[in-house]
């Protein structure tokens, strides 16, 4: 990329981006140990080659396990370009929502061998956010869901059939 004196010197920082353009990685540079894919796509595999589809359904499993209450799955494949599937659940209490966020964490790690980048909300756990990449798992308490109500944010999302108890 240019440095901040090529830019004062006439180069326009659209030069400066094409003329450092940064090849992505192809599923040829990418080895079976790395840990998350770069590129994504709608309804894309894991770096693990798991289906996004396939990670959803193992973590409202986990859930469905451990008594999670009003679980929903949503396609956004065809609506959002940040993620997949939404997964949203409610905890009794912040203690079972912290409960299912351990249960999620470990079966789809077992099942899927997928890990989150990155977990949020632990602290207050009244909305805890599990990032997957191309699923997010959003596990509440009752009084948060019916506060955010992702489900009618999200209204035009067919939801996943899931068939669980």
């Given at each position: 990329?240019?440095?901040?004196?090529?830019?004062?010197?006439?180069?326009?920082?659209?030069?400066?981006?094409?003329?450092?353009?940064?090849?992505?990685?192809?599923?040829?540079?990418?080895?079976?140990?790395?840990?998350?894919?770069?590129?994504?796509?709608?309804?894309?595999?894991?770096?693990?080659?798991?289906?996004?589809?396939?990670?959803?359904?193992?973590?409202?499993?986990?859930?469905?396990?451990?008594?999670?209450?009003?679980?929903?799955?949503?396609?956004?494949?065809?609506?959002?370009?940040?993620?997949d599937y939404f997964v949203i659940a409610t905890g009794a209490n912040n203690r079972q929502v912290d409960t299912l966020v351990d249960e999620v964490e470990e079966k789809v790690a077992e099942a899927c061998r997928e890990h989150p980048f990155s977990i949020e909300g632990r602290d207050q756990r009244t909305w805890i956010l599990m990032d997957y990449g191309s699923v997010l798992v959003h596990v509440f308490t009752p009084e948060a869901r019916e506060y955010y109500r992702l489900e009618k944010l999200w209204g035009d999302a067919p939801r996943l059939e899931l068939g669980l108890d």
């Open positions: 990329m240019a440095n901040d004196s090529e830019l004062l010197n006439g180069a326009s920082a659209d030069d400066a981006i094409n003329s450092s353009a940064i090849d992505a990685p192809t599923s040829e540079s990418l080895h079976d140990d790395s840990v998350a894919s770069i590129q994504r796509s709608a309804a894309s595999l894991s770096s693990s080659g798991v289906s996004a589809e396939q990670v959803a359904r193992v973590a409202a499993e986990a859930m469905s396990d451990k008594k999670a209450q009003d679980i929903i799955a949503l396609d956004l494949t065809e609506l959002s370009d940040v993620c």
